[in-house]
């Protein structure tokens, strides 16, 4: 039992990172259909932005006097970094060509290996350490340990989470977001500036991959510029599961595939725990070809 | 006009202003809590200078401002597509054989190997062109029929001693089989789902093949594949026949070249086919193609597994030519590698598909130099020419067509 | 439009063979030299080194004396990113460019398939980094090895296991590449035979970040050690930080790829306490300090490969010299009549192209690499 709560907690925090890099990818898609390759980049971005910053509270002795501030600082700081960059992103490589969806697609695939190699230029190809002593320990009841670090990623995401479900369907904005994402002619018409929503939404995805980067950073001890594409990878995986384009579905299949890869590599075969989440992906599509939640004439969509 | 000009250099002005904030905290912030500028203006006014030349030379291009220089230069340009008039067809066809033959002649084995690249990804390509290009599936996890090819050919001859001319026919069997198994699953969903559908059979293919330890030696990989062998008759006293290895990369080459232009002839007849008719109006309209008369579900498995025996027959040409395999040449990248170059060429365009693959394989050996910038310039790259061409180098025929009648109507960014 | 199409292949083609003729403008007699190794990718720390390695050979080289006969010794580092493809493409290019010897690769799945194209050339080639047996077993004849054997390392291992940690049990995790999964199994193997009860052997996937589950596993079985087969020093630091966050009791053995400043610098306190093998150097000998004193200076610290590499290219340049001639059977002779003391050890290749294995145990302790244990003498004092 022991054992069972613990891979319920390991996979619960990976679960919660995958779906906060969901978002992003389910986000961008319900507005302009682009399977946003460079997403996981965003999230290598703020994971280094993170590390930076917190190197600097460390050299300047702040993280002695202020630890909590120098993390809110760390984060926001990934965050609106990330979301910077989203935007300048979107306007160089995917507004010129909005129209053409394959076109796009490729775009996103290049600017997603120009950024991973600007990392690389600019960062070094070496492990980024990150300043892990913030939030070292944890419980124990019995054999079941869990950390801080643990408690406050899913803690982060769960916040996250609420306040994008607030955002989206209970302010103004959400609301001019859902009318672009399903008519953007008619949304013009009524006064809504699609491309403003669009770069918006853009912003809004990287930041919650940089608050992503931020805690894989603080969790796992280290970043490196490749690490975006294979957490993307899944990530998007997970947002199809939940049926692409729409967030709770995101968050669902983010956590579905996390526990499928712990609990599969935690009871069956560690070699053959991708195989275990792709195994459940295409089964559910296969009897739901629009994912879990997905259906493609829904008002829930963003 | 001056508006116009006055939009482009806003646009440029705020956009190097936003690069030098994103180099900042990259390049300024040190782990020892300095903050310096020195280095990010230093990387600013390198791109900002280059990036200045491009921006000139792409006003003074579109404002006629050298008209007298570059006059002369267009209008010589249109000279020699007017000599390429004068000569029929034939003609340059015959030219560009010739340039093929001699090719291995003439240069060193860097080149040839570099070409031996190029001419499997064409093969690779013209089976991607049927599943994405004429048949409009996305396909992301092609890269897994090229392994069953190449797997297929390694494992029978290390295993077994079969030649590979017995191989060849087998590894186009096996892959169109799973061509069929990854296909029939698939059919009822479209776009998106189906691209995340097949990137995980691609993914699902490449693990199988990295643990199933017994069969394919996992991660290690299949040592001690025998070249291409090929029987010469010799007349000594009586006529025999003596095994002749393909150990040299020219002879290699010409072999590579024959499935190459066979691909290329077979997937031109196709398209021209009742089948590729079929094919394509199925990309455009799936519904209206099945109330036409088209089984769209058979002609959907058809072209997974039409497009996976080329994929099949080019795999085992490159466990031949490599004489070893492991399951890091098949990963989800390469997937996406093969489906730019059928996207940058030109969807559904042969030539066009031919010269994505030779940029997007050329290209990083071309930049090799470059060293460490060699990937930043290619991901830049091929931004750079979505930008310009969004319809690949050579968009095919038909499509163009289409995009000239869409421009005059309202846009509709939600086909597939 | 057909013809423009075809008329604009000729040109293309015609462009792009121009782009690879080998450009030989220079007259000062050169000798070329390349490295292969990862400079981009998960692995390029050690990539890195391995180049940098190289370089510092040359440069003293070349103070010594340098080539007689050659005005300069030029070195052609090509980046493989550990794939099999890029490395015959590299090995390839390398021909092209006319280079007399290689050292690399550093994964032993780029070298087995890059040593094939070479050696059908006749080029000798000098792996730093690539431990599996397979390297040297083939019977390649030009193929030769600096760094140990994972069949010399694992039975090490497994005697520090038994020696010198008192253990009884062992969990056993691999990362599956060519290099890790056949020393893991080597370990597994010779634990069956040494009397030590392998308890679970478990996979993780390359450019995995979450290994919670396997780790989870493993502190419920609760084995004396827990064997570590990772490629790398990266996914390395991530598991002992989770481990140690985890509370996994047993302790805790790596292997060679570890052997990097970097490990201790991401694994911080995690990393303190984790024993590894690595192959011995002694720092005390007026050849290593020389080494280190100008490797530092320039490059940093020195990581795992950098003195294999060092080493390498030396016996290379060396044998060179004294064939006279960049003859490939009168090079490999000269190799083979080697007999020195290198920066990482004594160098001296056998028939199959070894140079022999001297692994020892390793502690991290304060941050350093301590050497703890050896198989000949036991515990280091």
């Known amino acids: 039992m022991d054992y069972f709560i613990q891979q319920l907690v390991n996979g619960l925090t990976l679960g919660g990172l995958y779906a906060l890099i969901a978002l992003g990818y389910t986000m961008v898609y319900g507005v302009i259909f682009l399977i946003n390759f460079a997403h996981g980049e965003f999230f290598t971005a703020g994971g280094y932005i993170g590390v930076i910053a917190l190197s600097y509270c460390i050299a300047h002795g702040y993280t002695q006097t202020h630890p909590f501030l120098c993390l809110a600082g760390a984060f926001s700081l990934a965050m609106i970094y990330s979301a910077y960059l989203a935007v300048g992103v979107e306007k160089i490589a995917y507004l010129p060509l909005r129209g053409s969806r394959l076109a796009v697609l490729l775009s996103a695939l290049g600017m997603s290996i120009f950024l991973q190699n600007g990392m690389m230029l600019t960062q070094g190809v070496m492990d980024k350490a990150y300043p892990g002593e913030l939030f070292e320990g944890g419980f124990s009841f019995g054999m079941v340990t869990i950390s801080y670090l643990q408690i406050m990623i899913i803690t982060m995401t769960v916040l996250l989470l609420f306040g994008l479900n607030r955002l989206v369907y209970k302010t103004k904005i959400g609301m001019a977001m859902r009318a672009t994402a399903q008519d953007k002619t008619m949304s013009a018409l009524v006064a809504i500036g699609s491309n403003n929503i669009i770069s918006l939404t853009f912003a809004i995805g990287a930041g919650l991959a940089a608050a992503a980067g931020v805690m894989v950073g603080l969790y796992y001890g280290s970043v490196h510029y490749d690490m975006g594409f294979n957490l993307g990878m899944k990530a998007f995986c997970a947002a199809v599961l939940g049926g692409i384009g729409n967030i709770t579905g995101a968050m669902l299949g983010g956590l579905i595939i996390g526990l499928v890869e712990v609990f599969g590599a935690g009871y069956i075969s560690g070699q053959y725990k991708d195989v275990f989440a792709f195994i459940i992906l295409i089964g559910v599509l296969y009897y739901r070809p629009t994912g879990i939640m997905g259906e493609n004439i829904d008002e829930t969509r963003v | 006009m001056r508006q116009e000009y006055k939009k482009i250099w806003k646009n440029y002005a705020v956009g190097m202003a936003w690069l030098l904030g994103l180099l900042w905290p990259m390049l300024g912030i040190h782990p020892d809590g300095t903050l310096t500028f020195h280095r990010t203006l230093t990387v600013w006014l390198y791109i900002f200078a280059g990036s200045l030349i491009c921006v000139l030379f792409y006003i003074t291009k579109k404002s006629r401002i050298l008209s007298g220089v570059t006059d002369p230069l267009v209008n010589g340009a249109g000279k020699l597509s007017d000599i390429s008039k004068a000569l029929p067809t034939s003609v340059w066809m015959v030219l560009l054989f010739v340039f093929l033959l001699v090719y291995p002649l003439v240069n060193g084995r860097y080149a040839i190997d570099v070409a031996i690249s190029v001419l499997l990804y064409v093969c690779l390509g013209m089976g991607l062109n049927i599943v994405v290009g004429l048949a409009g599936m996305l396909d992301l996890g092609y890269i897994a029929f090229y392994g069953v090819g190449a797997y297929t050919y390694a494992l029978l001859n290390v295993a077994y001693g079969l030649s590979f001319w017995l191989c060849l026919p087998l590894a186009g069997c096996f892959a169109c089989i799973a061509g069929c198994l990854v296909g029939y699953p698939t059919l009822n969903m479209r776009g998106d789902y189906l691209a995340i559908v097949t990137m995980g059979f691609g993914e699902i293919t490449r693990i199988v093949l990295n643990n199933w330890m017994s069969l394919t030696n996992g991660p290690n990989g299949i040592l001690g594949i025998k070249p291409i062998s090929i029987l010469i008759p010799t007349f000594h006293n009586t006529m025999s026949f003596e095994t002749f290895w393909v150990k040299k990369l020219n002879v290699l080459y010409y072999f590579v070249l024959i499935l190459a232009v066979i691909s290329v002839i077979a997937v031109t007849r196709l398209r021209n086919s009742r089948i590729g008719r079929a094919w394509e109006s199925i990309r455009e309209d799936e519904t209206a193609a099945e109330l036409m008369g088209v089984n769209t579900f058979r002609y959907k498995l058809l072209a997974y597994a039409v497009g996976a025996v080329f994929a099949g027959l080019a795999g085992a040409f490159f466990a031949a030519r490599m004489r070893f395999v492991s399951p890091e040449s098949f990963t989800f990248i390469e997937s996406c590698m093969v489906l730019c170059m059928v996207v940058l060429g030109g969807m559904g365009s042969i030539p066009g598909i031919v010269l994505g693959v030779i940029v997007l394989i050329a290209l990083p050996e071309v930049f090799r130099q470059f060293a460490l910038y060699r990937m930043l310039v290619f991901g830049a790259a091929m931004i750079i020419i979505m930008l310009f061409k969004p319809d690949g180098l050579i968009p095919a025929k038909r499509l163009k067509i289409q995009a000239q009648y869409e421009k005059k109507g309202e846009t509709d960014t939600n086909v597939s | ?381």
């Open chain 3, 1 to 381: 439009m057909k013809k423009k199409v075809f008329f604009m292949f000729v040109m293309a083609l015609a462009v792009v063979s121009f782009l690879f003729v080998p450009v030989n403008s220079s007259s000062a007699k050169t000798l070329k030299i390349g490295t292969m190794s990862p400079l981009t990718g998960p692995y390029a720390s050690d990539g890195t080194d391995i180049k940098n390695g190289a370089l510092t050979a040359i440069e003293v080289f070349n103070e010594n004396g340098g080539m007689p006969g050659y005005d300069k010794i030029k070195l052609y580092p090509m980046d493989t990113v550990c794939d099999p493809r890029q490395a015959v493409a590299t090995a390839n290019k390398l021909l092209n460019l006319e280079v007399v010897g290689v050292i690399g690769a550093y994964c032993s799945s780029s070298t087995i398939p890059a040593s094939t194209v070479l050696n059908g050339a006749d080029i000798p080639m000098i792996t730093p980094a690539s431990t599996n047996e397979k390297v040297t077993d083939r019977g390649l004849p030009y193929m030769f090895r600096m760094c140990g054997r994972d069949d010399d390392q694992a039975p090490a291992a497994v005697k520090f296991m038994k020696e010198g940690l008192k253990a009884k049990t062992v969990f056993i995790v691999d990362d599956k590449t060519t290099y890790s999964q056949g020393l893991a199994d080597g370990v597994e193997k010779n634990c069956k035979k040494m009397g030590i009860k392998v308890l679970g052997h478990d996979h993780v996937n390359q450019g995995d970040r979450d290994f919670s589950a396997v780790l989870t596993e493993a502190k419920t079985i609760n084995a004396d050690v827990f064997y570590m087969s990772l490629q790398g020093y990266s996914p390395a630091a991530m598991m002992v930080i989770q481990a140690k966050r985890l509370g996994l009791k047993s302790k805790i053995l790596g292997q060679d790829a570890i052997y990097q400043p970097q490990f201790i610098t991401v694994g911080k306190d995690a990393a303190e306490g984790v024993y590894l093998t690595y192959g011995y150097t002694d720092k005390s000998t007026p050849e290593y300090k020389a080494f280190a004193k100008r490797y530092t200076k320039k490059y940093g610290a020195i990581g795992a490969y950098a003195t294999y590499s060092f080493d390498a290219t030396t016996v290379l340049l060396k044998a060179i010299k004294a064939a006279g001639s960049t003859n490939p059977d009168k090079i490999k002779a000269q190799i083979m009549k080697l007999d020195y003391d290198g920066v990482s050890k004594h160098v001296k290749f056998n028939a199959k192209g070894d140079s022999g294995s001297s692994y020892i145990a390793f502690k991290v302790e304060n941050g350093k690499f301590v050497p703890y244990w050896s198989p000949a003498k036991g515990f280091w004092k």
